[in-house]
């Protein structure tokens, strides 16, 4: 494995840099002013979004864009370092089009869209024209096992009508999203394969019976985007709204789950990065009892656990980023199982640190680091709780072991042997 990247990609990350010094981190009070006052600042972040696509820095997440598609082509390990940089401000994904739920849905577009769906949906989504959202967790199954999801997409003539409630749907209220990739039942025999039950179809956000019941607060801060309850109620889509086959709604959630939880993983590290950066310059600048607080042994603990942990956790998730493009995402499910859990426990470990050294200024939005913290948080349940991923990895393991068992007879040193001595 060589993780060194190309001058194409050290070109790249000194553009993109710039591009967030010069035009987002100055654009930056005015989108939190805008949206304490209620506003998304969708003008802002168009202007930013024609400037992105002006300077070739577009679509970078997606490795296998068609001739066709506008974008960078990039593979996972070179859109890694990439992604840190956008993560560092948490709106700024969106002005590249490499923001979440869209790039995951863009993701299973491209890979199972049917030309009309492709027109309608996937070429204004790939041009940044529109925004989605995906409804596959449920207030009221414990959605950790997607075989409890209870939806129902029901067939009738020409039409699926789609009843049932998500929640933490996310993107559901901002004001440019169109339609919502729904994961529902749709065959509802007990005695039927667990996995071939469900299916996802494309419901449009105007349609009758879809109501956004709430936006749900995520440790009482609310997205201006919205983490919302959605509602579908006796909606009624074409039949062509299906995505893929009925019954391989599973297959497509892991095609489009794997980037997407590496994808927050990447942009984890450079807020992790943000965190540690304003714990050490407030370190350097603040005094209690006569001293820096950088003076202080413990506060300099845990600035160097932080560097480790964080450079720790980078490796590890350039080390999935390479499987993704060297073996495919199947056979890096448990490398990025793995980085799911390191980085979103990072991000609090980190953070919580940050916060605490600048003491009760840390909880407000005066600084970035209580919404990092709650983000860090809501990332243990995102895209997986991290009990599910710990269970793939020590399934994983103990597979390993069961094919190789009696291999460790040798290591052991038998009674007699100690009686010996």
Known sequence: MDFEFSPRVQELQSRLQVFMDRYILPANVEWHRQVEAG???????????ERAKAEGLWNLFLPALRDDEPGTRLTNLEYAPLAEIMGRIPWASEVFNCNAPDTGNMEILHLFATPEQRERWLVPLLNG?????????????????????????????????INGRKWFTTGAIHPNVKFCIVMGLSDERSDADPHARH?????????PGVKVVRNVAILHH????????????????PASNLLGEEGKGFALAQAR?????????MRTIGQCEVALELMCERALERKTFG??????????DWIAEARIEIDQARLLTLRAAWM????????????????????????TKVTDR?????????????????YLYTWGRALRFIDGPDEVHLRTIARAELKKAKGNRGAMAAYLVPPLAHAAE
């Open 39 to 49: 506003h998304y600042p969708m003008e802002l972040i168009d202007g930013l979004k």
């Open 354 to 370: 940050a916060i605490q050294v600048f003491g009760a200024m840390g909880l407000t939005p005066d600084t970035p680091l209580a």
């Open 222 to 237: 609310h997205s201006p985007e919205g983490h919302c309850e959605v509602m579908f109620s006796n909606v009624r889509v």
């Open 257 to 265: 789950l794997g980037p997407g939880r590496i994808h927050h993983c």
């Open 129 to 161: 024209e529109i925004r989605s959202c995906v409804g596959i967790t449920e207030p009221d199954t414990a959605s950790s096992d997607p075989t409890n999801l209870q939806t129902t997409i029901r067939r009738q003539g020409d039409e699926y009508v």
């Open 324 to 347: 993704m493009d060297q073996l495919g995402n199947k056979a890096a499910r448990i490398e990025v199982s793995a980085i799911k859990v390191v980085a979103a426990r990072l991000q």
């Open 199 to 207: 299916s996802m179809i494309i419901v449009p956000m105007d349609m």
């Open 291 to 300: 001293r820096h607080l950088a003076d202080y042994s413990n506060i300099q």
